[in-house]
């Protein structure tokens, strides 16, 4: 039996690397078995199953942990169980020459799991289970959900002591999941479209606000080249230092945007309808088809199928596209324009109209007319503005989305959809979400594989970028409707989404049916694959069973590598 080597606490411990080589070669790690705790015997089944599978021999039972607060519902099998190598050598695959194809290397990479640590505020102790996935890019059309033969979970999940340190394993066979051929988002071309944005330079700055990363993602290369897409940046209360700083941000990230403070004295509405005038008085309008306003927290997360869309619609006419909220009651409420969060989309023509007529667009009468009740709206100056000196009418494109939620957005994010925008994703009251994080993986599989789903033949389903589920009662349900995790905006009728949504089945959360790693954080790796990062918390209020307690009392990181294609 090798020493293991405890410290203190090895997450503020010693870096000399001479002891933590000493320390790789001593280690001892434990396996875990599946760790949910659940009412249902079929899990027990499973358990078993995923348990007999396990191609490392057990040789040594440990009764149940001390870290868990009580033992498994059955009391039968041991929730935890403790491996001893028979080799102590170490197995590491040689990584140094990353310039091409990526290896496969299932270490434990003690710094990066005890930054995890305290970065997501996690056990000492907790699961951790790197999975390699291997793109099989194919002439198929995009499913939403792919069924798969391979298991997710190879053998056991695995606990992590971070106050220890262990051995490289041998990766288990990656999964491998077949993609549609879609583009890479780098090879976008967004020179028909200008994009007028109006914020304040406060929210443009501050790190949890700041929309610039989500910008590279839509308005460049990734590589700090522009895709040909402009942005008309409005920003309030800017000083000239400000306005400076900001394009120089925007300029080093290769964002081809131009900037021009607002008139901080006009109303909000105003600002909002003054960004169509000021693209289309940009000497670069005259290459362009499409000038959209957008918030600063919408998201194009598939630039591809957003032209491919566009190319659809006659640009020499005077059009108006958008969506409405799907929301019925938020359009009962503010009235059927085009919701700005989710993008409104003004052919050239169109602003053209709305130039000529600002004067009258933008008066005092005009602002007191485009007030909801919740002051005055932009997006129903806008609205008005057209249709008061227009035949044209908003014309709906379903696949944009305002996003007027609130609460748990998995089941919106988890259904397999392919967005055309996202928005309200920074919280403050909406949703919280990372788009700019879920869309990392396109690099290695292309734009439709983000939030693809992948489902396994042990019930994991992967919604790509968003998070990866364990249904341990199996997919009992119809995987094509929305779950109802979140809620409308108050006043909930039960059926507000259901006219852009379809009725949506009953949520999962408290029934002891699901639990899942939501992903924080994704990274293009220096060899070309992905790392995401699937976080999930015993104490999330989600994961309970029905009678209260925990699915499970370990908190868990799941890590998923995605390699290109063409890997040796
Ligand atoms: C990595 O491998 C490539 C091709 O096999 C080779 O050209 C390159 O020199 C190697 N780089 C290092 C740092 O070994
Ligand atoms: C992008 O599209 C524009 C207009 O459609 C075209 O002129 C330009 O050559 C394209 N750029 C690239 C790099 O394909
Ligand atoms: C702009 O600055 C003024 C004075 O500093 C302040 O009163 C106002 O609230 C600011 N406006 C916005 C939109 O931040």
Redesign the pocket.
């Known amino acids: 039996m090798g020493a293991t080597i405890t410290r203190k606490n090895r997450c503020f411990g010693t870096r000399n690397p001479l002891a933590r080589a000493l320390a790789f070669t001593c280690g001892v790690f434990f396996l875990g078995a599946f760790l949910f705790r659940s009412e249902a015997a079929d899990v027990r089944t499973a358990i078993l199953k995923t348990a007999t599978s396990a191609k490392d021999a057990v040789t040594s039972q440990r009764p149940l942990n001390s870290y868990y607060s009580e033992g498994l519902g059955d009391g039968d099998d041991t929730p935890m169980e403790k491996w001893e190598s028979a080799d102590p050598e170490p197995t590491k695959t040689d990584v140094t020459n990353s310039s091409r194809t990526p290896s496969m290397e299932c270490g434990y990479d003690m710094d990066r799991l005890c930054d995890w640590q305290k970065k997501y505020q996690l056990q000492p102790k907790f699961e951790y289970v790197k999975r390699y996935v291997q793109v099989s890019r194919q002439n198929i059309p995009r499913k939403s959900m792919t069924k798969l033969q391979q298991q997710f979970l190879p053998d056991f999940m695995k606990v992590v002591d971070t106050k220890k340190t262990y051995h490289a394993e041998e990766c288990p066979e990656p999964l491998t999941v077949p993609v549609t051929m879609s583009p890479f988002p780098n090879t976008a071309?967004a020179?028909?479209f200008m994009f007028g944005v109006s914020t304040t330079y406060q929210r443009f700055t501050d790190p949890r606000t700041s929309p610039v990363k989500e910008w590279t993602y839509w308005l460049t290369d990734g590589q700090g080249t522009s895709n040909?897409g402009k942005l008309i940046l409005m920003l309030i209360n800017a000083s000239d230092d400000d306005l400076e700083h900001a394009s120089a941000k925007l300029r080093a990230a290769g964002i081809d945007a131009d900037i021009f403070r607002s008139n901080p004295s006009m109303p909000m509405a105003v600002r909002y309808l003054t960004l169509v005038p000021t693209m289309y008085y940009h000497p670069a309008t005259s290459t362009k088809r499409w000038l959209v306003t957008a918030d600063d927290d919408t998201f194009f997360p598939s630039m591809h199928a957003l032209t491919e869309q566009f190319e659809q619609y006659d640009h020499t006419q005077p059009m108006y596209i958008g969506t409405l909220s799907e929301d019925t009651q938020q359009t009962a409420r503010h009235g059927p324009s085009a919701f700005g969060g989710a993008g409104v989309f003004v052919s050239v023509p169109m602003a053209h109209l709305i130039a000529s007529n600002y004067d009258t667009c933008r008066s005092d009468a005009a602002v007191r007319a485009a007030d909801s009740g919740w002051g005055p709206q932009g997006d129903i100056l806008l609205r008005r503005c057209i249709y008061d000196h227009s035949d044209v009418r908003l014309t709906l494109l379903h696949s944009l989305w305002q996003l007027d939620l609130y609460g748990d957005p998995s089941g919106f994010y988890e259904s397999g959809i392919k967005p055309l925008s996202l928005h309200h994703y920074r919280g403050g009251g909406w949703h919280v979400a990372h788009p700019w994080h879920y869309t990392k993986v396109a690099s290695v599989c292309g734009e439709d594989c983000t939030l693809q789903r992948f489902q396994t033949g042990d019930n994991f389903v992967v919604a790509n970028g968003f998070s990866v589920a364990y249904y341990p009662r199996g997919i009992d349900f119809d995987a094509n409707q929305f779950e109802r995790t979140f809620a409308p905006a108050p006043e909930d009728k039960g059926w507000n989404l259901d006219y852009a949504m379809g009725p949506q089945r009953p949520a999962l959360q408290g029934t002891g049916r699901k639990i899942s790693w939501d992903l924080q954080e994704a990274a293009v790796q220096a060899d070309g694959s992905v790392s995401q990062v699937y976080v999930r918390k015993h104490d999330d209020w989600r994961w309970k069973n029905p009678g209260g307690s925990w699915m499970s009392d370990v908190d868990g990181v799941m890590e998923l590598v995605w390699l290109p294609e063409g890997r040796e």
């Open positions: 071309n020179s028909d040909g």
